[in-house]
Nanobody, 127 residues
Framework: QVQLVESGGGLVQAGGSLRLSCAVSGRTFAVGWFRQAPGKEREFVAAFSGSGYMTYYVDSAKGRFTISRDTAKNTVYLQMSSLKPEDTAVYYC???????????????????????WGQGTQVTVSS
């Protein structure tokens, strides 16, 4: 059974940094981060392909966020820097049990590509 547990959220001032962690138990392939701000739909942030060699980012995260993984710990990280108040959201980790050898950005960014979801961790960026 696959379980995803996020941690690392918190309150940070604009311009600051946070590192989110997603501990994955069970066999998965692609792992992604999504976020949902108050009153808004959940949106894609970043993802690793199933092979682990490809990464994908939403435009607003490029240059500020970095997704990485520690295979020994089976943990995926989202390092966030230069945070802005508009980054305030609940951040969710998601995982896919289907191996997609040529994962496209469309597949990586689509919520329906993922079968398992964590409970979320709150990130609040103050101005």
């Amino acid at each position: 059974q696959v379980q995803l547990v996020e941690s690392g959220g918190g309150l940070v001032q604009a311009g600051g940094s946070l590192r989110l962690s997603c501990a994955v138990s069970g066999r998965t392939f692609a792992v992604g981060w999504f976020r949902q701000a108050p009153g808004k739909e959940r949106e894609f942030v970043a993802a690793f392909s199933g092979s682990g060699y490809m990464t994908y980012y939403v435009d607003s995260a490029k240059g500020r966020f970095t997704i990485s993984r520690d295979t020994a710990k089976n943990t995926v990280y989202l390092q966030m820097s230069s945070l802005k108040p508009e980054d305030t959201a609940v951040y969710y980790c998601a995982a896919d049990h289907v191996y997609r050898p040529r994962m496209t950005y469309g597949e990586a960014s689509r919520q329906s590509s993922y079968d398992y979801w964590g409970q979320g961790t709150q990130v609040t960026v103050s101005s």
